[in-house]
Structures are given as structure tokens and as C-alpha cells.
């Protein structure tokens, strides 16, 4: 890639930063000239706006290392080749990368590198899922298919700032005025007149309206200050960072932009934790060292959720053992090894598979319907977490499994809004802290679960145990 103008998307921050420096530590072993340099959120903006400049001049030859922060914006039009180091999460995201080259009638190259990693005793059982899900992506990219963005959402932060513009441009506005223009016939028709009534309270209660004498809404003192700074019509913001702390010792930080309870899993700085506190308040994880095997914090930029679609897609990969023709010779390996563990652990008709470190749960379904299921076995005292295309559980064995499925099935009652009582962490939009909990868990569990997916899961679960 030496010699070029190149982007390299990462899936972290962490990541971009380990590769820039592995890349220009070999370039001063060689004595070239470093033509790599990290880009991501936690920079300046002097370091990020001086690589751009370097980027659309294209005179010198540059790979920008970075997470999505290069995903969309600026215009580099030379770019000759896109890579993106580890599995993708999105075909959309992917789709839009590749989208970055081929360009002034080069062709568009994209590189993918899909590290797979072996842990010591479990050789015979890996799936290699990071190289299908990936296979997964590509097929689905070359079909032409990718992922449908949810048809309505509750976007309570947006809904916030297009209520104070409307307010700020007129003066005042009934409730009902509101109701008609931005929920009736506007953006936001999932949001019910109740709905709409309790947001407005939480705007009021925020000061950031008042209701005058003749009824109307007018904008309150907060809602001045915040209609008057240049920063209100921007939709998106920084997310703040969070300190996560082993034993009273700091391991590190991160800009979270996921909900988050005790008892979760997540990979930092190359090891897995579980959270045993956490205070939104002084914005601390507290977390524990955790053998079990988990996915990194959702953070701003690491491309989404993935879709049922890209699960079946690996499913059908499985099932069927064709070898993609754009895998290299290691690829190629690694998909051998994979399709081997498949067949021996008997997996084209199990759902629950006894795997070296406990029992594993392979629903092929999204996340929505993977974050569910988890939410659901954690109510009736079984831990798990979502790990690349699987449901990890903690010291569980296959009676206990048995009864909590049970027990779910006999409840099909329970909503996407009760599995999120005790989450931590709703404020992942600019202004959600204006927002009451009880809404926020209302957008979350609208956006991010799926109950009735989790138990038709539970259902096939329930005939095989």
C-alpha cells in the first residue's frame, strides 16, 4: 500500500492507534518515510484537519488509519484502495467504504484482513466466525443488498431540538400545534399524543419551555441558552468519555455511546471484563477480569448492528461449504477450519452446543434478537454475552439452561420496555439528559430489542433441550 493514497478503517480506536504505530515504527526500521497516521474522534483537531488537507491535496502518498470518522465528509477523490482490518459489522458501512475508491475511472479495491484467533486447547473448536460473517458481508454486497434502516424511530434528542426550532421561529405553539407538525404529519409518527404530552412535560420540568397565559409554549430560560449557542442546530456531539476502573486502578477510557448494566461483558485494551459498577453520575466502569470470551464497547463509529440477514447469510455459508473464490490462501484455510468444527459439533440441527468453556447459544439472528435473548436468560439468573455470532454462557449447565427457557416461554407476556429497568447509560444522543428514563428506555427497547424474535428462538431452544 506504500506509495498511494489509501484508508484503512478500523473497528476501534484502540486498534487505529496500534496499527499507525506498528506501520510507522517499520517504516523507521526501513528508513522510508512514514506515510501513515492514525484519525479518529479522541484527536485534535489540528492533527485531524492537518491529515485531511494532506489527504485531498494528494500530493504525497498517505493511509489514513481510522475508525468512520473518514467513513463520510470530506472529499478525497484519489483514493486508490480502501482495507478494513478486522470483520465488518455492516454491509451498509462496507458498502460505503468501498464506495471512498474508485474514483477519476480507477476501479474500486477493497482489502479486508480478518485475524482469527485460536485459544490454547480449543483448537478443534473454533468456528472462525469473523472470516464467514465477513464472507457473509461480501456476498451480501455483491448481491446488492444492504441493510433497510428502521422505518420509524422515537429520536427523542432529534424530536427536542426540531420542537425548541419550530418554538424559537414562531414565538409560541400549542401542544397541539406541535403534535400536528412533527408527529401527525412530520418525522416523528411513531410518537402517540401521550407520548408527545410527557416529552413536552420533560421539556418543561428541563425549563427549557413555559406555557403562557393564553396556553401556548414558549421557549423557558434554558431553552433560550440553548437555541442561542451555534452548537444547538448541529444534531450529533461528542460522547463523553468513561473512565473504566479495575480495582481502584484506571485501565483506560472510552466515549460510550451504549446502554450498560452490572453483570455486562466487554473487550478493552486487549482483555475481557466484566462490569461490576457503574455510575453515570461520576462516569466510572468498574469492571473485573472475566476468562470468558466478549465483543468491544459499542462506541461511536464502529458500524452498527448486525442484521438477521448477514447471520442467515453465514448460516447458508456453513450449511452449503462452498469456499468463496475471493479468499486467500489463509482465508481459505481458516473457512476449511471453521466448516470442519460445524460439521463435527453437529451444528446444522443444534442451537445449544457444548463447547470447551461451557455452554454457547448459535440462534443466527441479529443483534436485536441476540442482545434480547441475553436480557432475557440474565432475569431468570443465567449470565451471557453476545461474542461475535454467539451467546456465551457463564458457568451454566444444560439444567439450568433448560428451566430458565422454560420459564421464558411460560412468559411471553414481557416487553421490550421491561427487560430495560435496570440499564445504565441512556444518554447516547446530544440531548437525551433532557429526556426522562422511562422515555429513553422507550426509544432504546423500540431501536435495539426484539421480543418476539428472542422467543420464537426460545421456542426452537425449548424442543431441542
Known sequence: ??????????????????????LQEISEKNFVPNEFFPHHGSLSKELRESLEHRLIEGRLPTTAVCTATLELGIDISDVQS?????????????????????????????????????????QNFCLCESTFISAAIINLLLKRWYEPPLKHEYAFSTMLQ??????????SASAGQLYALLCKTGSFTLCSPKIFADFLRDLGANDLITQLNDGT??????GEKLVSDWSFFSAFSA???YIIEND?????????????????????????????FFSQE?????????????????????????HDRVREEMLQLYLKGEVPPYLNKQAKMNFMHGLMTFKRYHMEKKLVIAAPRGLQIYPWKGDRIMRTMSMMLKRHSVNS????????????????????VKEICAHPEITAFDLTDKMGNLNYEKHDHYISKDLKRLSYAWSSLDVPGALECFRKIAKEL
Open 282 to 306: 461520576k462516569r466510572v466502569i468498574g469492571v473485573k477480569k472475566t476468562p470468558f470470551s466478549a465483543a468491544p464497547l459499542l462506541v461511536n463509529g464502529n458500524g452498527g448492528q448486525v
Open 162 to 171: 426540531q420542537t425548541l426550532s419550530v418554538i424559537a421561529s414562531v414565538g
Open 239 to 241: 460522547p463523553p468519555e
Open 82 to 122: 480502501i482495507a478494513q482490518v478486522d470483520a465488518p459489522l455492516s454491509v451498509a458501512s462496507i458498502r460505503q467504504r468501498l464506495g471512498r475508491s474508485g474514483r477519476r475511472d480507477h476501479k474500486s479495491v477493497l482489502r479486508l484482513f480478518i485475524p482469527e484467533f485460536f485459544y490454547p486447547g480449543e
Open 385 to 404: 454475552n453476545v461474542c461475535l455470532s454467539h451467546l456465551e454462557l457463564q458457568y451454566c449447565s444444560l439444567d439450568t439452561l433448560r428451566e430458565a
Open 1 to 22: 500500500m506504500r506509495g498511494k493514497v489509501n484508508l484503512v478503517f478500523c473497528n476501534s480506536r484502540f486498534q487505529t492507534e496500534l496499527l499507525a504505530g506498528l
Open 248 to 276: 481502584g486502578r484506571r485501565v483506560g477510557s472510552v466515549p460510550l455511546t451504549s446502554p450498560l448494566q452490572v453483570g455486562d461483558f466487554f473487550m478493552f485494551a486487549g482483555r475481557n471484563w466484566q462490569v461490576v
Open 217 to 222: 409554549l414558549t421557549l423557558g430560560l434554558e
